[in-house]
Every structure is written in structure tokens, then in C-alpha cells.
């Protein structure tokens, strides 16, 4: 397989810029140490999640040319344990007449031995998508991929904008679903079948705003995600258009979760209630996979659209995003639970450990507990009336009365704090928190509940310290993590 002249030219053109901003990137103090974000220009969210033949393949969009959105790359890394990543080629380029203006987001399957990649093909229009296009590219060595053009063309009643295409097999048939807006400027997603990959029929909408229990939620659903876990169906998707409603729906857009049964005859989605897969500042558009071990993992794009992003300090570097650790999806007691992969136990360093501190109505730093790229993990064995963390004197963590806050200075304005909040189902037993040079992801009760947010405190601050109102005894562990690596392909 060979590429055309244009990928060959806009690769080059690529690979130019990277070369080009690599010291200001490299020298950034918020660059971080173990979390994908891009050699150059903006990353957002994560594409193509898939191991095939004992290789982890992560796609993610890329703009490399400035901080903005446009007509976005695939990037490409693989890795063999999660830990140790390679920085292979873009995979899919804006080069064709139904993705010039960017190959944007979708997912990967194999079949017949080759990797499948579908995306959305975008043509821009004035101010919104001209068309939108769900397309494939196939590849026999997942390095090099072939474009066979537009697959799914969106059906009557919708809008232009429809969009990233998920993939998956059942009972021998390949199954689509795709982010779709209707005339109506309704959210919802369409459900697609096929018999090889390429003749898809469209089938009809199978959840979104007027279907089924919900009504009006949103004027756009973007980036589905459909898999079965534990005996149940699962449907990820981003809604555009939530107003905030109590300590839910607080960013510009969300991310989170519906289960229930689809039956796929009748092409039907039952479900319950939308309920959020993270509570932090940043989160958007995560995708998920079954790898070969068996698991369902995770990764998410540690920003959002449109929420703030010209603000963040890393523009002046030439950078913008990351994604988020994988998470390993599990169902427990009626809740999807997220954890952090195993194989990160690899990054630790020696353990640090303090048991049974206890700590009334002050404030105080625990000896060794500091740094900017560590692993905590916290068990409480007392809580008082409010029990809190500060990070780096920038954000702060905190418990009372069952609700758990998250703040930090507005990134626009930073003489203004901002919330993020979320009531217990049961009181807090646990945290395991990953501090990295600018986030924090803070996995509560085994994973129960999570905050993943990016942090741009003063480059030199690493203290962390501990508040109680009453009184609270809990125990911590403490890693410093060496990173992971990406070398370049």
C-alpha cells in the first residue's frame, strides 16, 4: 500500500512543525511526564482505541500547525505494556475531496486480519460543517492506510453535523453507531448494520433527545460509544447542550453514560438515566475498547470544546490538551467503576508510607507527601466535619456533609474560583489521586466517582497540604512516578 503524493506532502509539512516548536514544547514547565499530549499544536480527543495482535494502538485528533481546531490529522502511538509508547506517522491526513477539511474523529475494528479505521470526513461550510462524511481506511501492517472513501452518507431529517462513527461486532454482523443532529437541532445517534464493513443501511435513531424516556437533552450528540459490560448494554456519548442543573452539567459540554438493553432486530435502545463519567473541569469525548486480556478500557480527551482554551498558559509554547490515563471499566454494586490500569504501578518508585495521621481543626503538610508527578492513595478511617487537600496552593479537594467540591481559579479569569461537585452515595472511604506536572486525576471510593482536571500552578510549587475541621485519622501511601516513555517510530 502506498500513500498519495498530497499524504506524503502534508506528513512532511507535519513532521516540519513538531521539528519546529520541539525546544519551546520540551521546555514548557506544564509539559507533563505521563500523559500523551502533542509534540506540537492542539490534541483533543482519542480515536481508533484498539490492541490488535498484542499492540495497543491509540489514534488521537491532532492539529499540529497552531493551538486551534481546523482540519484535524489522526496522530498515532502504539505501545506493547502502556507504559512505553511510539510516535509512528499520522495515520490519516486531510488530503481527499470528503476529508480535506479534516479526518475527524471515529474508531477502529479488525477483520480478515487488517485493521479497519472509520472516520468522519469533514467539509467545512460557513460556520458549521458543509457535509460530513462517515468514511474507512484499511491497513495490513496498522502503519500505513488505505482510503476507500465515504461508506455512510447522513440520512433525511438530519443536519450536517454528523459524526464519529463507533464500530462493533455482533452475533455476525458489524454494527455503526454516529452522532447526529436533526433539522429539529436535536442531538441524537443513529444505528447503522452491515455485512462486511462497507455496505452499511441505516436502521433509524436508537437514543437522543425525543427518544425513548428523554426528552429535549441536547442539540447535538457527539462521539458514541456502544459496548456490553457485565450483563448490560452500555451507550457512551458527549450531549452538547445541557444546562446546568443542580452540581450536574456544570462545563460547557459533558460526557457520560446510559445503560440498558438494545434490542438490535427492532434497532431500540431501553435505558435509564444520563449520568455523568466524570466530575472534573476537563473531560470530553472518551472512547473505550475490549483488549486482548479481556478488559474494557478507557481513555478520555483531558479538555473540552468551546471552555476556555485560548486561555491555557501552554498556547504561549505552542501546545494545547492531553488525554487521560486508561481507565479500566468494571461494574460494582449498580455502578460503572473506573480505574486506573494496572500496568501504571509500573512508573512507581520506592513506597513512602504514613499511617494513622490524624489531624483537628489546622492545617499542616505531612512529611514527604509533595512533588509534581506522584500517586497518592488515601484511606480514611474518621472524618471530620470538612476535611480538605490544597494542591500547590492552586486547587483544593474537599468533603463536607457528603458533597465532594473540586476548585481552582478560573482559567479566564483568575481572580475568580470555580466549583465542580458531586454528592457520595456513601460517605468517602478512599482517594487515589495522580498528580501530574499540570492535572489531577482523583479516582474517590475505588473509583466510584472521578475528577480529571488540568492545573496550572506556579512551575516551582509542590506542596500539598492537609486540612481537617474535627477531626480526621486516615493513612497514605506515596509513589514518585518516573513517567513513561514515547520514542519517535
Known amino acids: 500500500m502506498t500513500l498519495t503524493e498530497r499524504e506524503e506532502e502534508l506528513r512532511e509539512l507535519v513532521e516540519a512543525e513538531v521539528r519546529k516548536n520541539k525546544e519551546s514544547v520540551e521546555n514548557d514547565p506544564y509539559r507533563l511526564t505521563y500523559h500523551h499530549m502533542p509534540g506540537a499544536g492542539l490534541m483533543n480527543d482519542p480515536n481508533g482505541w484498539i490492541q490488535w495482535n498484542g499492540t495497543y494502538h491509540l489514534f488521537y485528533q491532532w492539529m499540529p500547525f497552531h493551538t486551534g481546531?481546523?482540519?484535524?490529522?489522526?496522530?498515532?502511538?502504539?505501545?506493547?505494556?502502556?507504559?512505553?509508547?511510539?510516535?509512528?506517522?499520522p495515520a490519516l491526513t486531510p488530503s481527499e475531496w470528503f476529508?480535506?477539511?479534516?479526518?475527524?474523529?471515529?474508531?477502529?475494528?479488525?477483520?480478515?486480519?487488517?485493521?479497519?479505521?472509520?472516520?468522519?470526513?469533514?467539509?467545512?461550510?460557513?460556520?458549521?460543517?458543509?457535509?460530513?462524511?462517515?468514511?474507512?481506511?484499511?491497513?495490513?501492517?496498522?502503519?500505513?492506510?488505505?482510503?476507500?472513501?465515504?461508506v455512510a452518507e447522513r440520512p433525511e431529517g438530519y443536519t450536517s453535523h454528523f459524526r464519529d462513527p463507533k464500530v462493533w461486532h455482533h452475533e455476525g454482523k458489524w454494527y455503526m453507531v454516529v452522532g447526529a443532529q436533526t433539522e429539529a437541532r436535536q442531538g441524537q445517534v443513529l444505528l447503522y448494520q452491515s455485512p462486511d464493513l462497507e455496505?452499511?443501511?441505516?436502521?433509524?435513531?436508537?437514543?437522543?433527545?425525543?427518544?425513548?424516556?428523554?426528552?429535549?437533552?441536547?442539540?447535538?450528540?457527539?462521539?458514541?460509544?456502544?459496548?456490553?459490560?457485565?450483563?448490560?448494554?452500555?451507550?457512551?456519548?458527549?450531549?452538547?447542550?445541557?444546562?446546568?442543573?443542580?452540581?450536574?452539567?456544570?462545563?460547557?459540554?459533558?460526557?457520560?453514560?446510559?445503560?440498558?438493553?438494545?434490542?438490535?432486530?427492532?434497532?431500540?435502545?431501553?435505558?435509564?438515566?444520563?449520568?455523568?463519567l466524570d466530575r472534573g473541569f476537563e473531560f470530553y469525548?472518551?472512547?473505550?475498547?475490549?483488549?486482548?486480556?479481556?478488559?474494557?478500557?478507557?481513555?478520555?480527551?483531558?479538555?473540552?470544546?468551546?471552555?476556555?482554551?485560548?486561555?491555557?498558559?501552554?498556547?504561549?509554547?505552542?501546545?494545547?490538551?492531553?488525554?487521560?490515563?486508561?481507565?479500566?471499566?468494571?461494574?460494582?454494586?449498580?455502578?460503572?467503576?473506573?480505574?486506573p490500569v494496572e500496568e501504571l504501578q509500573e512508573m512507581r518508585g520506592p513506597v513512602l508510607l504514613h499511617s494513622s495521621i490524624t489531624i483537628e481543626n489546622d492545617q499542616k503538610a505531612v512529611r514527604g507527601v509533595e512533588g509534581r508527578s506522584i500517586e497518592l492513595n488515601l484511606e480514611f478511617e474518621k472524618l471530620g466535619d470538612q476535611f480538605a487537600l490544597e494542591f500547590y496552593q492552586y486547587a483544593s479537594f474537599s468533603y463536607r456533609n457528603g458533597i465532594l467540591t473540586l476548585s481552582r481559579p478560573r482559567l479566564d479569569e483568575h481572580s475568580e474560583t470555580e466549583f465542580r461537585r458531586v454528592r457520595l452515595e456513601r460517605p468517602l472511604e478512599s482517594l487515589r489521586i495522580f498528580a501530574d506536572t499540570s492535572s489531577l486525576e482523583i479516582f474517590v471510593n475505588g473509583g466510584?466517582?472521578?475528577?480529571?482536571?488540568?492545573?496550572?500552578?506556579?512551575?516551582?510549587?509542590?506542596?500539598?497540604?492537609?486540612?481537617?475541621?474535627?477531626?480526621?485519622?486516615?493513612?497514605?501511601?506515596?509513589?514518585?512516578?518516573?513517567?513513561?516513555?514515547?520514542?519517535?517510530?
Open 69 to 89: 481546531h481546523g482540519a484535524k490529522f489522526w496522530g498515532h502511538r502504539t505501545s506493547r505494556d502502556l507504559i512505553h509508547w511510539t510516535e509512528q506517522k
Open 99 to 150: 476529508d480535506k477539511d479534516g479526518a475527524f474523529s471515529g474508531s477502529a475494528v479488525v477483520s480478515d486480519d487488517q485493521l479497519h479505521l472509520f472516520y468522519t470526513g469533514n467539509i467545512d461550510g460557513d460556520g458549521e460543517p458543509e457535509e460530513e462524511y462517515q468514511c474507512l481506511a484499511v491497513s495490513s501492517d496498522g502503519m500505513t492506510f488505505t482510503k476507500k472513501g465515504v
Open 199 to 276: 455496505n452499511w443501511e441505516f436502521i433509524g435513531p436508537v437514543a437522543g433527545s425525543f427518544q425513548g424516556p428523554l426528552k429535549a437533552f441536547g442539540y447535538m450528540w457527539e462521539c458514541p460509544d456502544f459496548f456490553h459490560l457485565n450483563g448490560r448494554d452500555v451507550l457512551i456519548v458527549s450531549p452538547q447542550g445541557l444546562d446546568p442543573d443542580g452540581m450536574d452539567y456544570a462545563n460547557t459540554y459533558q460526557s457520560g453514560f446510559f445503560t440498558g438493553s438494545l434490542d438490535y432486530e427492532a434497532g431500540t435502545f431501553d435505558h435509564g438515566p444520563f449520568k455523568e
Open 285 to 339: 469525548a472518551p472512547q473505550t475498547m475490549e483488549d486482548e486480556q479481556g478488559r474494557r478500557l478507557l481513555v478520555g480527551w483531558m479538555g473540552v470544546p468551546d471552555q476556555w482554551e485560548e486561555a491555557h498558559p501552554t498556547v504561549d509554547n505552542h501546545w494545547i490538551h492531553a488525554l487521560t490515563l486508561p481507565r479500566e471499566l468494571t461494574w460494582r454494586d449498580g455502578q460503572l467503576i473506573q480505574s
Open 448 to 489: 466510584e466517582e472521578v475528577f480529571t482536571s488540568r492545573i496550572f500552578p506556579q512551575p516551582e510549587e509542590e506542596h500539598i497540604l492537609f486540612t481537617s475541621l474535627g477531626e480526621s485519622t486516615f493513612s497514605i501511601e506515596k509513589w514518585n512516578l518516573s513517567g513513561w516513555t514515547l520514542e519517535q517510530g
